[in-house]
């Protein structure tokens, strides 16, 4: 037995080394391949940051991206309301252009109409005229004739102006009405008797105003007046009943009229002043006043 032992022992170890050596070359390949594996994997983490690096980059530039169009959204949501505001105030404009247009058309109607009424008056004193002219009366004329006409009154508190058209004769409501309860005093009758006549002389048929001014602000106490304008009417009609029953001017050339403290001559801030404008005005008109003859036609 040994025997045979001994003689198969070698061929046996004789068919193992070949084995042997191939079982060491597949184990230096699976070493190489270990360590081909190993830098693989190396190479794989590092891709896998740069992967996870640009992820985070593409991340970062799409929130940029989302926010920038969301500041374009906002912006454009601005520019529609700004865009509706400007079409509203247009339109506002086109209707105040509208309405404007209309009032200008309005404007040239009435201004037409107006010429209109004016061709038709002055045709109407003008037949007025040649119906005088027909009857012997004088035309109306405008006070530039008048002008080399003025009244010369040297009397005291009495003073002569020229006011365009007018001539304005002023007498001191102090003289006139020294009490304030619009009753003449006996110079200020003898004043306007004097005054009277200068007016007949030259003006004797002329419409004359007689216009009442004050230069206080307030009614004297204990007044009867309830205002300024009362109390100026109250002295205008007192003239008025004195030049009409008193003097040779008629009643139906006089008007009366009371302009309270409205059109003072200076100003109302020192007694002089008040003083001043505290007046009758004796207002002569360019045009004759009508009478019996010439009022009906």
């Known amino acids: ?109 009435q201004l037409a109409q107006t010429r209109q009424d004016q061709q038709a008056a002055e045709s109407r004193v003008q037949a007025l005229n040649a119906s005088l002219q027909r009857r012997g009366s004088v035309t109306i004329q405008p006070n530039s004739s008048l002008a080399q006409k003025l009244p010369a009154l040297n009397l005291p508190g009495v003073s002569v102006r020229q006011d365009g058209e007018l001539i304005r004769i002023e007498l001191s409501g102090g003289t006139l009405f020294p009490n304030w309860d619009g009753r003449l005093s006996p110079e200020g009758g003898r004043l306007l008797a004097a005054v009277a006549h200068e007016i007949v002389r030259d003006f004797p048929d002329h419409r004359i105003g007689v216009q009442g001014h004050v230069g206080k602000t307030t009614l004297p106490p204990g007044s009867p007046w309830r205002s300024l304008h009362h109390l100026t009417y109250a002295e205008a009609m007192t003239v008025f009943d004195f030049l009409a029953a008193q003097t040779p001017l008629r009643a139906d050339q006089l008007e009366v009229s009371g302009h309270g403290s409205n059109f003072p001559l200076v100003s109302n801030a020192t007694p002089q002043g008040q003083q001043r404008n505290h007046r009758i005005e004796l207002v002569i008109y360019p045009d004759k006043a009508p009478t019996a003859a010439t009022g009906n036609l």
């Open 1 to 109: 037995m040994l025997g045979r032992l001994g003689v198969k022992i070698p061929s046996i170890v004789g068919n193992l080394l070949p084995r042997i050596g191939s079982f060491r070359g597949g184990l230096l390949c699976l070493g190489c391949l270990l360590a081909g594996c190993a830098e693989n994997a190396l190479v794989l983490k590092g891709q896998l940051q740069q992967l996870q690096q640009q992820q985070l980059a593409l991340s970062r530039q799409s929130e940029e991206l989302q926010n920038r169009a969301h500041a374009l959204d906002r912006d454009n949501q601005e520019k529609d309301v700004l865009l509706a505001q400007a079409q509203q105030r247009a339109q506002a404009a086109e209707a105040q252009v509208a309405a404007l247009k209309e009032q200008l058309a309005s404007l040239s109607r």
